[in-house]
């Protein structure tokens, strides 16, 4: 018995800042359940594994396979299941990031195991295990049991503090069985962002009241002070006022920085559905009544051309 945490790596090699809230969490739940935290990665990574364990975990399972060098949920999926199932872990924890959406569900189907996606806390563990998730785009949460023996958790990005102790984890390497990808990576077109969204602490959005892409620029000097990703609402990026690949909301990126500044949104109910789980929401719009505002820890009632460069400018005589 044990907690398996899947440690996600980027493309350059270094495990991303989710994998280090899914390792706290992870930690966490296996001092809970009385059993081992252990770790897997899966993908070709730089980093000095072992001072993982300073995040609670005792051992981290590598996979080394040509099948893997690129992110495939399939033959992820795979890896992970016979990962899961040598060293009979019985909690298997992801973020709910991109990667941890695509593989949480097919290994749920494959390992028989019942799935929580999207937890916010550590779950109950006490007569049942009780997993609590965030519902209705974060406006509601809900207590989920899961009844079978082997358990999936998909945790929320930025719900969980990092905690950094002392330790040191051992590392092992496991031998699976995969089968060469069913799909070919035939070209990577990497969105030059300097701070890539989903990661990011600190977002400047922007919305229809920006007027067109040439005014971009008093957000991006914003953005640039405050060392923030950009992001837009859903019409910016349908007029290619800025790329798809900042479209948050409903049908875009679902993201949880600590501050989300939004500049000339309304804020409607299906742009809210991804940025409502910010910790810290300030928002700018020249309108009082303006949706948005009932969402806001902060407003400036003002307009934006006004007030950006104002706040790029206190930004840059805060930092000095
Ligand atoms: C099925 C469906 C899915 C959708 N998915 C998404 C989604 O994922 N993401 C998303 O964003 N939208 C989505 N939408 C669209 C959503 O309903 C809104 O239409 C959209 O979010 C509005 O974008 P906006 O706030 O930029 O523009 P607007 O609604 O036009 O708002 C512009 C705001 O700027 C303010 N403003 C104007 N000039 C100034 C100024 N000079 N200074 C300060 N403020 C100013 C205005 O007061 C206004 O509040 C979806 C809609 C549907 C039906």
Known sequence: MSVLIFIDINDEGSVKKTSFEVLTYGAKLARQLGVPAEGVVLAPVKEDLPALGKYGVQKIYQVQHEALAHFDAQVYTSAIAQVAEKTGATVLVFSNNTDGKALAPRLSARLKAGLVSGAVALPDTGDAFTVKKSVFSGKAFADIKITTPIKIITLNPNSFSIEVGEGTAETASVEVTLDAPKVKILNVNRQSSEVPLAEAELVVSGGRGMKGPENWGILEDLAKALNAAL???????????????EHVGQTGGAIAPNLYLAVG???AIQHLAGVNRSKVIVVVNKDPEAPFFKAADYGIVGDLF?????????????KG
């Open 231 to 245: 992001a837009c609402s859903r019409p910016v990026a349908d007029a290619h006022w800025r790329p798809h690949n």
């Open 265 to 267: 949104i309304s804020g």
């Open 306 to 318: 006004e007030v950006v460069p104002k706040l790029t400018e206190a930004v840059k005589q805060l």
